[in-house]
């Protein structure tokens, strides 16, 4: 995905290992969407990202499950940016306006409060105005990397 940049604030690149085939960030996904997150001084999560018209529902505008996709994405991204490996167990989506495609956006996420294993995340995909374009709120389940397939 092509990138955006934002000079205004102290975003620094996030440490996580990508080179695998998930949809959202695996760069070894030659489908996937590839994005890259930054971390805020505040420990949230924010992505810069143009995501082209290969994934659009309406023509001009992002697929319903692209966006939910890109929500989905940010909150876990929250939890990594904690060194939390989790899974999503449920997830809410208000979409608010529609999600242009090959237009600058921005993804934030932060993790709003745990309970030992349980972790509540918030996102929002928001565009170059600033303008609120979807919103989620998610329950993700801490699960111990050992016990992932490796490939």
């Known amino acids: 995905m092509e990138k955006n940049t934002s000079s205004h604030e102290n975003l620094r ?30 420990n949230s ?17 992002l697929h319903g ?9 940010t909150m876990s991204k929250s939890l990594r940016a904690r060194g939390v490996v989790a899974m999503t167990r449920h997830m809410e989506v208000e979409y608010l306006r529609p999600v242009p495609s090959r237009a600058p956006i921005r993804l934030e996420g932060h993790v709003s409060h745990n309970e030992g294993r349980k972790h509540w995340t918030q996102a929002r995909i928001v565009d170059a105005s600033g303008a609120e374009l979807a919103k989620s709120k998610g329950l993700f389940v801490e699960v111990n990397p050992r016990h992932l397939p490796r490939r």
């Open 13 to 42: 690149p996030m440490d996580h290992t990508a080179q695998n085939r998930c949809f959202g960030c695996g760069q070894a996904n030659p489908v996937g969407l590839h994005l890259e997150f930054l971390l805020a001084e505040d």
């Open 45 to 61: 999560v924010v992505c810069l990202a143009t995501i082209p018209d290969l994934y659009e529902g309406p023509r001009g505008y």
């Open 65 to 73: 499950g692209i966006i939910a996709t890109l929500l989905d994405e």
